[in-house]
């Protein structure tokens, strides 16, 4: 069974969710490291860091939660 895609605003939020934390907390960690290379290169191993990261680890655990409260919605209407 196929379901639905999830509507853009929930999209645009879970997306949302896991860029601006892991975004920050990699600036964070590699701020010192980054500062050293060309901007260019700061930003496209930054962005591949977080991309890979909310791709592969975030957005499969918030739709699972994501699916989970909307099953708890239907379960209680």
Not at 17 to 23: D, E, I
Not at 25 to 52: G, I, N, R, Y
């Amino acid at each position: 069974m196929q379901t639905a895609p999830p509507p853009r605003h929930h999209m645009a939020l879970m997306i949302w969710l896991s860029v601006f934390p892991t975004l920050t907390v990699l600036e964070l960690l590699f701020h010192s490291w980054l500062t050293k290379l060309p901007m260019v290169v700061q930003t496209l191993l930054l962005s591949a860091a977080v991309v890979l990261t909310v791709v592969y680890v975030l957005m499969p655990r918030l739709q699972k939660i994501r699916g989970r409260l909307l099953s708890r919605e239907r379960r209680g209407a």
